[in-house]
Every structure is written in structure tokens, then in C-alpha cells.
């Protein structure tokens, strides 16, 4: 088939290697716009972009997918169908109509659980033991549309968001591979989506990112997994962010009020409104991560605390 791939981040290109390396065509990809990043925010394009660039694809990089002259061209392609995975914009039903098979959609949760846009940082937050990944028809609604295949994946008790991201990537690009074969082959019906069982999964802000100490050690873990990589987990010390990685809870570790530190040669505890946790790196302000107990170390203060 022809296709015109949409997507932007680093996550979407396993599933554009997959169908690059099928017997499919990829004909364009649709991406976001080059946009300013990092600390000098120098204009860079998306991976999606880059890796257009470097095989000679055609890249579309419309402000906003119902742009005349962006439908005109999708119209010009003449693209049997559009996978998307993270794309990062509502594609209009002017869009969704253009191909003869229309859009389909990764989406890494199982829906209807966690619609939105971040459903692997909720699944990690809420504690879910067991998540996976869908490939739907893309429509009006918010992942609402019928189901072509989906996959599941255990949540370790250790997993970050990025680390459960990566896995369902590579799957969900296999499983992406295979629903659009077996929609060239006329061999494959949607499943509706139970109207039981929703969840909403939105944006993950930095507040969001924030570590409420006052919650209990399990919840603190969660919270700084699933916000791990980005936007990453952080507390305040001495008026300034302090970068966090993941947690250990720590049953033996010392007695400490919320957000009071304990610092030992080898050990930095905080208490939580259970038993403490210990950390494993930090980044203060304009340094590069560190070693957590090797942080503890520098510090002059008697009696720190996180707030």
C-alpha cells in the first residue's frame, strides 16, 4: 500500500523503520514544524523530520493539518492510508477523509483505558499492573474509534514511563506492520470500543512532575516512575528545583517527618507520610545528574528539607 506516515517524536519511528523495512511504501511523512529546543534554542527538526531527510522521504510539516494546501498535497499522494503515532495534532475530518482507508492510529494504552495524551505516564502513576497497546481507526473523537489489534505488556514494579514507552515502541510497531496487512488484504474488522472501562490520560505538566511528600512512599515511587524521563520528577531545596530519579522504599531506612532529609556516607533518606524512600541520583540546578549520596555529602546544611 501507499502510505503517508504521521508522527513527531522519537517513539514514532520504530513503527516508521517497520513500515519503511515492509512491503508497504512509505510515499511522505506528515510531522510537526521545526521548532526551538534546549537551552539555546536552536530550530531543530523532529526525529520524524530528520529521518525523512536521511532517506530521501518527503516531509510535510504543515502549522496545522487542515491547511489547503497541505490537503491538497495528501490529495496529490494518493495514500491508501495514514498511520499515526504521536503525532501531536487533532487531525480535522477533511484530513481523515483523503485516504481510501482512512487513519489509523498506536495508541500505547488498552483502550478504552487512558485516552488521551499521555496513557503510559498515568498507567505507571495509578499503579496498573498490566498495560498494552491498540491500533485503532482514527476519528472525530478522542481515540474513541473501532480497535484493529491490540497487545499487552506487564508493568514491572521498577518500570519508568520511558522505560515502558520503549518496549510498547518496538511492539506496537510489529503489530502496526501487521494491521495494515491485513488491511490491503481485506481480512481484518474493527472491534468498538466498550463504552465501559474509560479512563482520561491528559498532558503531564512540570506542576505535575512536582514530589508531594506528604503522600504515602508507594505513591511518591509511582509518581517519580511515571514521570521519568520527561518532564522529570523534582522537589524544592533551599528555593531552588532539585531533579530527582527513581526512588527505592525503604522499610528499614530512618524515621523522617514528609520531606525531611537523612544524609549518610552512602545512604540520602526522605521521608514521606509512610516509611522513608532513598534516592539514587539528583540534578541540582545547572549541574549534571549526580550520584544522590555524593550530593549529600557536599552539603552544608544540618537539617535539609524538601518542600
Known amino acids: 500500500m501507499r502510505i503517508v506516515f504521521a508522527g513527531t517524536p522519537e517513539v514514532a519511528l520504530p513503527t516508521l523503520e517497520a513500515l519503511h523495512g515492509s512491503d508497504h511504501e512509505v510515499v511522505a511523512v506528515l510531522t510537526r514544524p521545526d521548532a526551538r529546543?534546549?537551552?539555546?534554542?536552536?530550530?531543530?527538526?523532529?526525529?520524524?523530520?530528520?529521518w525523512a531527510d536521511e532517506h530521501g522521504v518527503e516531509a510535510l510539516t504543515p502549522a496545522r493539518p487542515r491547511e489547503p494546501a497541505f490537503l491538497e498535497r495528501l490529495r496529490e499522494l494518493d495514500a491508501d492510508l495514514v498511520p499515526v503515532v504521536a503525532y501531536g495534532a487533532l487531525v480535522p475530518p477533511a484530513a481523515l477523509a483523503v485516504p481510501?482507508?482512512?487513519?489509523?492510529?498506536?495508541?500505547?494504552?488498552?483502550?478504552?483505558?487512558w485516552r488521551g495524551a499521555a496513557p503510559v505516564q498515568h498507567a505507571v502513576l495509578a499503579g496498573d499492573a498490566m498495560t498494552g497497546a491498540c491500533v485503532f481507526q482514527l476519528e472525530a473523537g478522542l481515540d474513541t474509534g473501532p480497535v484493529y489489534g491490540r497487545l499487552t505488556e506487564p508493568i514491572a514494579p521498577t518500570d519508568t514511563s520511558g522505560d515502558l514507552l520503549g518496549r510498547l515502541a518496538v511492539a506496537g510497531a510489529r503489530l502496526t506492520v501487521d494491521v495494515?496487512?491485513?488491511?490491503?488484504?481485506?481480512?481484518?474488522?474493527?472491534?468498538?470500543q466498550p463504552e465501559d472501562g474509560v479512563t482520561y490520560a491528559p498532558k503531564i505538566t512540570v506542576e505535575d512532575a512536582r514530589v508531594r511528600w506528604d503522600h504515602p512512599a508507594f505513591a511518591v515511587d509511582r509518581?517519580?516512575?511515571?514521570?521519568?524521563?520527561?518532564?522529570?520528577a523534582w522537589t524544592e531545596f533551599e528555593g531552588r528545583r532539585l531533579r530527582l530519579g527513581?526512588?527505592?522504599?525503604?522499610?528499614?531506612?530512618?524515621?523522617?517527618a514528609p520531606g525531611e532529609v537523612a544524609l549518610a556516607k552512602r545512604a540520602v533518606h526522605v521521608g514521606t507520610a509512610t516509611e522513608p524512600v532513598r534516592l539514587d541520583r539528583v540534578q541540582p540546578a545547572g549541574k549534571q545528574p549526580m550520584d544522590a549520596a555524593a550530593w549529600g555529602r557536599g552539603l552544608q546544611t544540618e537539617s535539609p528539607v524538601f518542600t
Open 246 to 256: 527513581p526512588v527505592a522504599i525503604d522499610p528499614e531506612g530512618p524515621s523522617l
Open 180 to 192: 495494515v496487512s491485513a488491511l490491503e488484504a481485506g481480512a481484518l474488522v474493527p472491534e468498538p
Open 37 to 50: 529546543t534546549g537551552r539555546g534554542r536552536k530550530v531543530s527538526r523532529s526525529p520524524v523530520a530528520a
Open 100 to 113: 481510501r482507508l482512512g487513519w489509523i492510529n498506536l495508541h500505547f494504552s488498552l483502550l478504552p483505558a
Open 223 to 232: 509518581r517519580v516512575r511515571a514521570v521519568t524521563p520527561a518532564p522529570g
